[in-house]
């Protein structure tokens, strides 16, 4: 069975890998029309269009969602998103034509490989090129690629971090999840099994800003539900953050810019999922999309992986 994002009909993941400069991208798109928010909780994001789905804000479907290593210079990649959707002329109807959506959030992976190598709007539409519906590859591919984990001790306690992705149903509906963990903090399982060697009270571990002080999770919570309330959807954004807290310590620092992009579609009445349901899958698939990124992993740029890739 597919246990992960591409689970929930109708989405697809495509990656591009630089395993060679430990960087690449990841695109996934949606059944459209679509309900989209994001929730921003780390203090140093690196985001394209974001505001877009503020509350303020016209509701607007995306036609794809961007996350990219490269840190600041990887938000470059979704231009070749953006103009391979173009081609197809899609997008937001405009009075001069359809304007491609596409929000983009990156990773902070220049310490492995080569830090002047960063994807580009190339890489962008390779992966946009390369998206399927069928179980996504897991691990150190895509934006997960240069992705690390547990920093905040110092460099000799790097672990590899990538991509991860789980999925569940939930009355007639799917819930899943994409996770690209980056994270400064120890990662757990949601049971509080120790993925690396940190404990759940390690206070004493926080000796001062980190050598490599930069990184980034980035979520992405898709369901076919059908909720078009983005109060509702908020919710479940909080509990895909409530989730990297429950696995991740300590998170949402100054030194990250977890980002959590939650999107819905289908049609409400052919659904009888409790919203409270949605909302308490997301915290389980995000949970599991963190431990599947670290048992996945594999070991890259001096840093080792905790799974059968170390």
Same mark, same amino acid.
């Given at each position: 069975?597919n ?5 929930? &009909?109708g989405v ?11 960087t ?6 949606? &059944?459209? &029309?679509?309900v ?12 394209r269009?974001t505001?877009?789905?503020g509350?303020?804000i ?8 961007l996350f990219?290593?490269?840190s600041?210079?990887g ?7 953006v103009?391979?959707?173009?081609d ?9 034509? =359809?304007? /491609?959506?596409? /929000? ?11 830090a002047?190598?960063? &994807?580009?709007p190339e ?5 946009y090129?390369?998206?399927s519906?069928? /179980?996504?590859?897991l ?28 999925a569940m149903?939930v ?5 899943g ?10 990662v757990?399982?949601?049971s509080?099994e =120790?993925?690396?060697?940190?404990? =759940? ?8 800003p /980190? ?8 979520i ?14 908020r919710?479940v954004?909080?509990?895909?953050h ?8 300590p ?9 959590a992009?939650?999107?819905s ?5 052919d ?5 409270d349901?949605?909302?308490q ?6 949970g ?8 996945s ?6 840093v080792?992986?905790?799974? =059968?890739?170390a």
């Amino acid at each position: 069975m597919n246990n992960t994002i591409t689970r929930v &009909p109708g989405v697809m993941v495509g990656h591009y890998t630089d395993a060679e400069h430990g960087t690449g991208t990841t695109v996934m798109t949606f &059944p459209e &029309p679509n309900v989209v928010v994001v929730d921003v909780r780390g203090g140093a994001p690196g985001t394209r269009e974001t505001d877009a789905f503020g509350t303020a804000i016209k509701p607007v479907t995306i036609n794809a969602l961007l996350f990219s290593g490269g840190s600041v210079f990887g938000l470059a990649a979704a231009q070749g998103v953006v103009d391979a959707i173009a081609d197809e002329g899609r997008g937001t109807p405009t009075p001069m034509g =359809p304007v /491609p959506i596409v /929000p983009t959030a990156i990773i902070y992976d220049l310490m492995i490989g080569s830090a002047d190598v960063r &994807p580009g709007p190339e890489a962008g539409a390779a992966a946009y090129r390369a998206r399927s519906a069928d /179980p996504v590859a897991l691990g150190s591919v895509g934006a997960g690629t240069g992705a690390t984990v547990a920093g905040w001790r110092g460099e000799e306690h790097f672990r590899k971090g990538g991509i991860g992705s789980a999925a569940m149903s939930v009355d007639g509906a799917v819930v899943g999840a994409l996770v690209v963990l980056n994270a400064i903090g120890d990662v757990f399982t949601l049971s509080g099994e =120790p993925l690396t060697a940190g404990t =759940p009270d390690a206070l004493g571990a926080w000796t001062g800003p /980190p050598k490599q002080a930069d990184n980034t999770t980035l979520i992405c919570v898709a369901t076919d539900a059908g909720v078009s309330d983005r109060n509702e959807l908020r919710r479940v954004a909080i509990r895909a953050h409530d989730a990297l807290g429950a696995t991740v310590r300590p998170t949402h620092s100054r030194y990250d810019g977890d980002t959590a992009f939650v999107v819905s579609f289908g049609e409400e009445d052919d659904r009888d999922a409790n919203i409270d349901k949605i909302q308490q899958a997301a915290f389980i698939v995000v949970g599991r999309a963190i431990e599947a990124a670290m048992r996945s992993a594999t070991s890259l740029g001096g840093v080792r992986a905790i799974g =059968p890739g170390a």
